[in-house]
């Protein structure tokens, strides 16, 4: 396993930067939604990029996947993905939340999943930004529908042997879960800047 060349203080870093993320992005919802978002333990792994659709499968093979390039000191790429039906569920009991018992078009839902996977997206950004003090920078993202191998398909340039940060996190509030995955996809050699800010002296 690539994890294991890892030293302990590099490990607990990742876990850190994962367990960061995640509860930002539970406060962020939080706030968004106007309710309590609880979060279960996120589960933090480093791996190569040719493991990653295996790891992720999910159980109707349908995902909405929200895509973004990352620029700066470590450039990469970022998905997120949430399984379909349980997302878009999610979704429509928020904007009824908000908006009332209206007529929810997919555009509207998809539109509201895209900020929500963004503010995600964004909330795990930041953790590694604070913990790592790299300068990173997101691109728009784009939000696609399909199976996880074709939600990878725009990533086939990624040597499999790539190591990838994965985050995966349930959010909780009253009445609904989603659970989900923050990937991280550094470009060749992109993980090290990251990884050596926590080197043992």
Not at 12 to 17: F, G, K, Q, T, V
Not at 43 to 62: A, S, T, Y
Not at 148 to 176: G, R
């Amino acid at each position: 396993m690539i994890a294991s060349r890892l030293s302990d203080l590099q490990k607990d870093a990742l876990r850190e930067i994962g367990n960061i993320g995640a509860g930002h992005a539970a406060t962020a919802l939080s706030q968004l939604l106007n309710t309590k978002v609880t979060l279960l333990e996120p589960r933090i792994d480093v791996m190569q990029f040719c493991e990653l659709p295996d790891r992720v499968k999910h159980h109707d093979g349908q995902v909405a996947a929200l895509h973004m390039h990352v620029r700066g000191d470590a450039p990469g790429q970022i998905v997120v993905l949430f399984d379909r039906e349980q997302s878009m569920l999610f979704v429509a009991r928020f904007i009824r939340r908000v908006i009332g018992d209206i007529t929810i078009y997919d555009s509207i839902a998809e539109s509201t999943l895209k900020e929500l996977s963004n503010i995600i997206a964004g909330s795990y950004l930041s953790a590694i930004v604070h913990l790592t003090g790299t300068r990173l920078e997101p691109s728009v993202p784009s939000l696609s529908f399909g199976t996880v191998d074709a939600a990878f398909a725009d990533l086939m340039s990624t040597p499999p042997e790539q190591e990838v940060f994965l985050v995966e996190s349930v959010f909780l509030d009253s009445d609904a879960a989603i659970g989900g995955e923050f990937i991280l996809i550094p470009n060749t050699g992109s993980l090290d800047p990251l990884l050596s800010v926590f080197t043992a002296p």
